[in-house]
């Protein structure tokens, strides 16, 4: 067992780190809610992105919630109060987003967490809706 990190806004340093998910390679996501970013590390513990910041617009974190990424590498961060799944390459570059608030198909109503599995469907923790909505990612891209 280790520890990393301490609190704080400097890379490496964490204001009430949220959710993590590790990929095929070992390398750790964090979300770093209260600085609104996006911490990515190594399995080695060495830093390797760290993306994201405050606002009111796509590209950018009002409340980030679960964190997951797919096969293509891309990171998929859910978003409590932009009601939507926003998608980021390793750079911390905005690719996409998809949902917005409501209670249809598709829609969100405070989304808080995500899951990828092996064959890229897309699980979606829609907590204010009581429910989990699945997709199934078409195309990814390249690498």
Same mark, same amino acid.
């Given at each position: 067992?280790? +520890? &990393? !990190?301490?609190?704080? /806004? &400097?890379? !490496?340093?964490?204001?009430?780190? +949220?959710?993590?998910?590790?990929? /095929?390679?070992?390398?750790? =996501?964090?979300?770093?809610?209260?600085?609104?970013?996006?911490?990515?590390?190594? /399995?080695?513990?060495?830093?390797?992105?760290?993306?994201?910041?405050? !606002?009111?617009? +796509?590209?950018?974190? *009002?409340?980030? /919630?679960?964190? *997951?990424?797919?096969? =293509?590498?891309?990171? =998929?961060?859910?978003?409590?109060?932009?009601? *939507?799944?926003?998608?980021?390459?390793?750079?911390?570059?905005?690719?996409? #987003?998809?949902? &917005?608030?409501?209670?249809?198909?598709?829609?969100?109503?405070?989304?808080? !967490?995500?899951?990828?599995?092996?064959?890229?469907?897309?699980?979606? #923790?829609?907590? =204010?809706?009581?429910?989990?909505?699945?997709?199934?990612?078409?195309?990814?891209? +390249?690498?």
């Amino acid at each position: 067992m280790r +520890t &990393e !990190g301490s609190r704080g /806004k &400097e890379k !490496g340093e964490f204001n009430f780190p +949220t959710h993590i998910c590790i990929d /095929k390679d070992g390398n750790a =996501y964090v979300v770093d809610a209260m600085n609104f970013r996006v911490q990515v590390f190594n /399995k080695d513990g060495n830093l390797l992105s760290v993306f994201g910041s405050n !606002g009111d617009g +796509t590209g950018y974190f *009002a409340s980030p /919630k679960g964190i *997951a990424v797919d096969s =293509y590498g891309h990171i =998929y961060i859910a978003d409590a109060l932009f009601h *939507a799944i926003q998608i980021f390459d390793i750079k911390g570059n905005f690719l996409y #987003a998809f949902g &917005e608030q409501g209670q249809g198909e598709g829609e969100f109503w405070m989304p808080n !967490g995500v899951y990828i599995d092996s064959k890229n469907k897309i699980y979606i #923790a829609d907590s =204010y809706n009581s429910r989990i909505q699945i997709f199934q990612l078409i195309s990814g891209g +390249t690498k």
